[in-house]
Structure formats: C-alpha cells, structure tokens
C-alpha cells in the first residue's frame, strides 16, 4: 500500500529575527564576513538563500542579542554545510549561558551535504537579559578554524521549547507558525484502511503544564456517528493520568489498555495497538503486550483525526507526534513490544 508522510506538531514562533540568511542582519556581535544568498550553493529548501560565511580571524562567531525568560527550555537549530577546511568540523551552538553544545550534536558534515544541528538548554531560576545567542565555529574536537575558512549556514531558529519543529522562515521579524493537525477522511481514509486488522503505532510528548484533568489526544479513528472508536489519548483523569489506548463499540469500551510502565511525564511515549475482530493488545514503551478478548471490532470507520479529536474542536495533543505509524495488519504482541522499546 502506498506510504504517505505527514507533518503534525505544535504552534512556534522563531525568535531569530533572520533565520532564512543568517549574518549581517543579526543585531549581536559577529565575526567574519557573511555572503547571503550565495549562488555557490543552493539551501535546504532548493533555493539561493543560503549564506556563505567566511572566517577572517581564527575566532569566529555569530549571534543575536535576546533575552531569555527563566525556567523556559529552548532550542536552538541551524543548516550547516562545509566549506574550506571545515569538512568534519563543529559549530558550536550557545544559548546565553553554559552549558553549550558539544559532541555529535554540532558536527558539520564530511561528505558536503546539509545537516540541520540543534541544541535545547533550559534556563535556570533568574532571567537571562540581552544574552547572546548563535554560533561559534571550531575544528575538531575543539580548537579554532584558520583565516580563510569557509562554512555555509541557512535556516536558523531559535524556539521555546525542548526539541526542534519544522524551520519557520523570518526575514526581518519573528514568525509564528500554528499548531498543524491532520484529518483524513473520504478516498484518502478508505485508500489505506482496513476494516478487518490494523496495527498503529505512535510515539509522542506533551508539552510541560498540561492540566492534569486536560483530554491530550495522540490520534481517533471513528465512524460518522463517533459512538465507534480507536483512539490514543493521554493525561486524562479518566484514566488515570497515562496513556491510554482505548477501542469503542456503540459507545462502550470493548478494550482498554493503560501505560503501566511510565506516567504520562515520560520524555517520549510509544504505543503500538493492533485489533482484529475480537483480539486486542498493546505495548507502551517496550512493555510485554496485554490482550484483551472482550468485544468486537467495528467496521464501519471512515476517518482519522492525528493530534486532535476529529468531532470538534479543543482537546488538541498540546505536545509533539514524532511518529505516526500504521500498518493493515495485526503485528504480534512480540512484534508490538519490540516497536516501542
């Protein structure tokens, strides 16, 4: 069956207000000199928007003047590619204060492609004020590039938060993009779906603050009247404040599968369900899978709302879907435990 890829995550904003060409515009502190829109190269996204920067002292550097709000995680990311003598290099990443990036985190590439880097650091109790933030270019495993080096550098981003999203392009201001949801119905459910067996598997994160009383949805596969449902939700009182794997039939829970190995606070949580007819199991996080033979399986499905619930509006995932995964079969429960651990 064909394969689709789809793009789901939270609303940001990046605060770097020229994160397409990254160099003169930058109000913090600079140097080297810095060519935007090179034609020696195309950017990431296929255009001449990248910037050539040149080292003219054995000290380079790049960055942007900001304030930082304390107890708020960030996360800084960029495109780099080698130049002169940079093949295998590092670009150093910093976020005001210490600690920096360090190790493969901020490795240029050897081979002359692009690689997007990224660090996340979380400020302590007091805010950081006019702080700089960028870019420190270094050779490897430390030491400082020579006079004449080069390095390409485009999409720079700087976002609260603990993980990167998709580039947001400022070319003069910050920008904000909206949180990006997905239903699928119509020929492009019923294209992939099958009614008999199914195996989905996700992996997702939810933001820090989330009420604990809040309905966080991962994905809902539903028929028209919604009284028929496959659904993935967490941090939810109902259930216990865990990720919770639910199947209903005629509005009545004929499955149900909590997360007993981590709580709904973990990093990342993976969950693969699979159903066929009356035989249901999960895992979350590499736990052995639990069965359940109570009930029967609806076939009557006709869409798939991923980090929403697809009936109204509200009850958003209010968190990240890093994997959303679906197969038109029943995996194993060895199979399910192996795709989450």
Same mark, same amino acid.
């Given at each position: 069956?064909? &394969?689709k890829g789809l ?8 605060l #770097?207000?020229y994160? @397409?060409?990254?160099g003169?515009?930058w109000?913090?502190?600079k ?8 034609t020696e190269t195309?950017?990431p996204?296929g255009? #001449? @928007?990248? %910037?050539?920067?040149?080292? %003219?002292?054995?000290d380079?550097?790049l960055?942007?003047?900001t304030?930082l709000s304390?107890?708020?995680s960030?996360t ?5 590619k ?13 976020i005001g !204060? ?7 985190a901020?490795v240029?590439?050897a081979? !002359? ?5 990224s660090?996340t ?7 950081e ?6 870019f420190?270019?270094?050779?490897s495993p430390s030491g400082?590039p020579a ?5 390409y550098?485009? !999409?720079?981003q700087?976002?609260v938060?603990?993980?990167?999203t998709?580039f947001i392009? %400022?070319?003069?201001s @910050?920008a904000?993009? !909206?949180a990006?949801?997905?239903?699928i119905?119509?020929?492009? #459910?019923t294209? #992939?779906?099958n009614?008999s067996?199914?195996?989905i598997?996700?992996?997702?994160t939810?933001l820090?603050g ?6 966080v949805?991962v994905y809902q596969?539903q028929?028209?009247?919604t ?9 939810n ?12 039939? &005629?509005?009545?829970?004929?499955a149900h ?6 709580s ?5 949580v993976?969950?693969?369900l699979?159903?066929k007819?009356n035989d ?7 736990s ?11 076939t009557n499905?006709?869409s798939?709302?991923i980090g929403r619930y697809p009936?109204?509006g ?6 990240h879907?890093q994997r959303?995964?679906y ?6 429960d060895?199979?399910l435990k192996t795709?989450?651990?």
């Amino acid at each position: 069956r064909e &394969s689709k890829g789809l793009l789901v995550e939270e609303a940001r904003t990046n605060l #770097f207000l020229y994160g @397409t060409t990254p160099g003169d515009n930058w109000t913090g502190s600079k140097a080297g000199t810095f060519t935007e829109n090179t034609t020696e190269t195309t950017a990431p996204d296929g255009t #001449f @928007t990248a %910037t050539k920067w040149t080292f %003219t002292t054995t000290d380079p550097y790049l960055y942007q003047t900001t304030n930082l709000s304390a107890n708020t995680s960030y996360t800084i990311s960029m495109w780099v590619k080698a130049g002169t003598n940079m093949a295998g290099d590092r670009l150093q990443m910093r976020i005001g !204060g210490a600690p920096y990036s360090s190790g493969d985190a901020e490795v240029i590439p050897a081979d !002359g492609t692009w690689r997007r880097i990224s660090h996340t650091r979380t400020i302590g109790g007091s805010a950081e004020n006019s702080a700089s933030v960028g870019f420190e270019p270094q050779t490897s495993p430390s030491g400082n590039p020579a006079v004449g080096d080069v390095m390409y550098i485009w !999409g720079a981003q700087l976002e609260v938060g603990g993980f990167i999203t998709s580039f947001i392009p %400022t070319n003069g201001s @910050t920008a904000t993009r !909206g949180a990006d949801i997905v239903d699928i119905d119509g020929e492009d #459910f019923t294209d #992939f779906y099958n009614q008999s067996e199914s195996t989905i598997i996700s992996s997702h994160t939810l933001l820090t603050g989330v009420p604990n009383a809040e309905n966080v949805y991962v994905y809902q596969i539903q028929d028209a009247s919604t009284n028929n449902v496959i659904r993935v939700i967490d941090k939810n009182s109902s259930y216990s404040n865990v990720a919770t794997a639910l199947i209903l039939n &005629s509005g009545s829970s004929v499955a149900h599968f909590n997360n007993t190995t981590d709580s709904f606070t973990k990093d990342k949580v993976l969950v693969a369900l699979s159903v066929k007819n009356n035989d249901f199991a999960a895992s979350h996080n590499g736990s052995t899978a639990e069965s359940d033979t109570s009930g029967t399986l609806a076939t009557n499905f006709n869409s798939l709302g991923i980090g929403r619930y697809p009936p109204s509006g509200g009850y958003e995932l209010n968190g990240h879907i890093q994997r959303f995964i679906y197969y038109p079969k029943q995996l194993s429960d060895s199979q399910l435990k192996t795709l989450t651990s």
